[in-house]
């Protein structure tokens, strides 16, 4: 690679999601001068807050899978399953469905799959890099991720280990006497499971992002808590980014707003399909001693992370943009889903909706924009989004630096939905 060809350049970031804060903290690295502008607080109620702490480097095989349209039907009809919709937002989300569905086929699969695993690969180390600058002491633990199941014919266990076997991903089956060896409070109501060793999860996401961003401040990045309204170009090819009370002008900017990245998008003429999958946690205090790493039920698809707020109980797929107001049926279906596993729990707290950032192929969109040479973008990292922000960042540090890359970047393109 390149080194420092634009040093002294100014970068705006739009967004203090994980996306935002690693970017800057690559590019500052580089010798750019940065300024992260955010609506809000970092780490206040983002999905870089609240989502489930995993590190999953694991994790390359898709939703956008062609079993999962047979599946999609009961589970929707299940009370107890991870799929739900908001009806009033289905005739609006229709032109994703249509994507998603074409792209459940075995070759877009394994296409999403292979260029998950080549950045999924990369994701531990790339945190290594930002991690030996901060005091993490406590707030990561590396002790894999587990998966059990109850269904000992489902077949989509063995089309994930497959897959897994083929990126060569380091998966570890389970019996049911290990998974109660390993976690031994959880009801044995499991037939079998997966360890991923190599995993590791956060003891409080905020908290981690809170040190990067204080990193951020402290190397002499600029913060603006202003909501963004529009971004234009100047003549000569700048981006110019309008808030609710100032005007930017920099050299170049780099969309990172999560789920609400499509509002900026729109408006530089580029019609890319973000949409959002709504996902809920919440906090069962003082629980935490009863898991020892993440778990995740795959019948009922949700989660549980002990953290330092006590489990989060995590998951729900739901379809209902980002205005429509949270569930309450959807909370209650994880507080359930925690009790049938935990019988012990009683009061939960702390009832969050976040946005996953999902574009209908299931690969994030990491690159330039199509109409500007100074404009890039990394969003719709999805479930994934928190584990890929070191390396996301990464590499549109480097793109902004103008640097090259042994890496495959064109499945990232935002041009693969024209
Ligand atoms: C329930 C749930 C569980 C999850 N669990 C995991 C997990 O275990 N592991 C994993 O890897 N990933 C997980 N994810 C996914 C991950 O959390 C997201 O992909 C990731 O946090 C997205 O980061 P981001 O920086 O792109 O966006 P965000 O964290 O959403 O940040 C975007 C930022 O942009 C700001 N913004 C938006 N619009 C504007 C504007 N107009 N002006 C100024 N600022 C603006 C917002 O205020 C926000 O701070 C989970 C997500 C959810 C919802």
């Not at 807050?49 to 079993?67: E, K, L, Q, T, W």
């Not at 489902?154 to 089956?173: A, C, D, F, H, M």
């Not at 900026?264 to 809920?280: A, C, F, N, S």
């Amino acid at each position: 690679m390149k080194e420092d060809v634009n040093s002294k350049s100014s970068v705006g970031i739009i967004g203090a999601g994980i996306q935002g804060i690693c970017i800057s903290l690559f590019l500052i690295k580089k010798g750019f001068k940065v300024t992260i502008i955010d609506r809000d607080d970092p780490g206040k109620i983002s999905a870089s807050y609240g989502n489930a702490g995993h590190f999953s480097p694991y994790a390359s095989v898709p939703i956008n899978r062609p079993d999962i349209l047979v599946d999609v039907p009961s589970m929707i009809l299940s009370t107890t399953g991870p799929l739900s919709l908001k009806w009033n937002y289905v005739p609006k989300m229709l032109p994703w469905f249509i994507k998603f569905i074409r792209n459940c086929t075995k070759k877009k699969m394994m296409h999403t799959a292979k260029y998950m695993h080549q950045i999924l690969d990369l994701a531990l180390p790339a945190y290594d890099e930002l991690f030996q600058e901060i005091d993490i002491t406590g707030l990561v633990e590396s002790k894999g991720i587990i998966y059990f199941w109850t269904d000992k014919d489902l077949k989509s266990r063995e089309l994930e280990q497959n897959i897994r076997k083929e990126l060569g991903v380091k998966q570890q089956l389970l019996t049911p006497h290990e998974i109660h060896d390993l976690e031994p409070h959880i009801k044995k109501i499991y037939h079998g499971g997966v360890l991923y060793p190599n995993a590791r999860h956060a003891r409080n996401p905020k908290k981690i992002l809170l040190k990067l961003f204080d990193l951020f401040l402290k190397k002499g990045g600029i913060f603006k808590k202003e909501e963004v309204e529009t971004i234009s170009f100047t003549s000569n090819n700048k981006p110019k980014i309008i808030t609710n009370s100032e005007s930017y002008i920099f050299d170049r900017a780099v969309v990172a707003c999560g789920a609400f990245s499509k509002k900026m998008t729109d408006q530089v003429d580029e019609k890319i399909p973000l949409d959002t999958e709504r996902g809920y946690h919440v906090h069962f205090k003082g629980y935490d001693h009863l898991l020892s790493r993440p778990v995740i039920f795959l019948n009922r698809g949700f989660g549980i992370t002990p953290m330092e707020q006590g489990l989060r109980v995590v998951g729900t797929v739901e379809f209902g943009g980002l205005k429509n107001p949270p569930s309450k049926k959807r909370i209650l279906n994880l507080v359930n889903n925690a009790k049938y596993l935990f019988p012990e729990l009683k009061a939960h707290d702390d009832e969050w909706l976040g946005f996953r950032p999902t574009l209908p192929d299931f690969l994030p969109i990491i690159g330039p924009s199509k109409n500007y040479k100074n404009l890039f973008y990394s969003f719709g990292h999805h479930h994934l989004g928190w584990t890929l922000g070191a390396i996301s960042g990464k590499i549109v540090a480097g793109l902004v630096a103008d640097e090259n890359t042994n890496l495959d970047l064109a499945p990232y393109n935002s041009t693969r939905f024209i």
